[in-house]
Nanobody, 123 residues
């Protein structure tokens, strides 16, 4: 399995950006996809995922209402639409895939990682 992210860059506060993650290869079972991010000197934190226990996308509180995750099943690509970006959103964003019925928002439960894409938001 390979996850390849794209779409990062340098933007100003208040701008929008869309990240993409294309998954390829063979998944051995049911899986879901999501996004994490890691700022310098910080731990990798959950951002969004495609399926919660309620069957709906879910988000970290810090991005709720500003970010939206979606998935194109035909191309096996997951997107993260980020709006009203803030300087504190600056981080390397990682695509993640996890086996299971739902997505558990912990880095240690992720089975596959992308290489990461840098998002920098200037004030």
């Amino acid at each position: 399995v390979q996850l390849v992210e794209s779409g990062g860059g340098l933007v100003q506060a208040g701008d929008s950006l869309r990240l993409s993650c294309a998954a390829s290869g063979h998944f051995a079972g049911l899986y879901h996809m999501g996004w994490f991010r890691q700022a310098p000197g910080e731990v990798r934190e959950f951002v969004a995922a495609t399926k919660s226990n309620e069957g709906l996308p879910f988000y970290a509180e810090s991005v709720k209402g500003r970010f939206a995750i979606s998935k194109d099943n035909g191309s096996n690509t997951v997107y993260l639409q980020m709006s009203n970006l803030k300087p504190e959103d600056t981080a390397v964003y990682f695509c993640a895939a996890q086996y299971g019925r739902i997505f558990i928002p912990r880095a240690r439960n992720v089975n596959f990682w992308g290489q990461g894409t840098q998002v920098t938001v200037s004030s």
